[in-house]
């Protein structure tokens, strides 16, 4: 037999959160502005990577996304 782990939906939403932190975190955005930016459901991670890697400032693309 196997096991199951049941998650609450709390604890679901924090691993997506810790996921979206990292992934943005490793677009280049600093700490402070991938915490904030990963609490958004509404941000794409896309778009976000995206306005890094064509040269935004980081200040300008957390003003576009947030």
Known sequence: MTSTTLT???ESLDWVR???LQQLERAGYPSSDA???SG???V???LAA???RSGCPVETAVR???
């Open 18 to 20: 810790r996921w979206r």
């Open 35 to 37: 915490l904030l930016l």
């Open 64 to 66: 576009i996304l947030a």
């Open 40 to 42: 958004r459901p509404d």
């Open 44 to 46: 794409d991670l896309h």
């Open 8 to 10: 609450t939906p709390s």
């Open 50 to 52: 995206r306005l890094l």
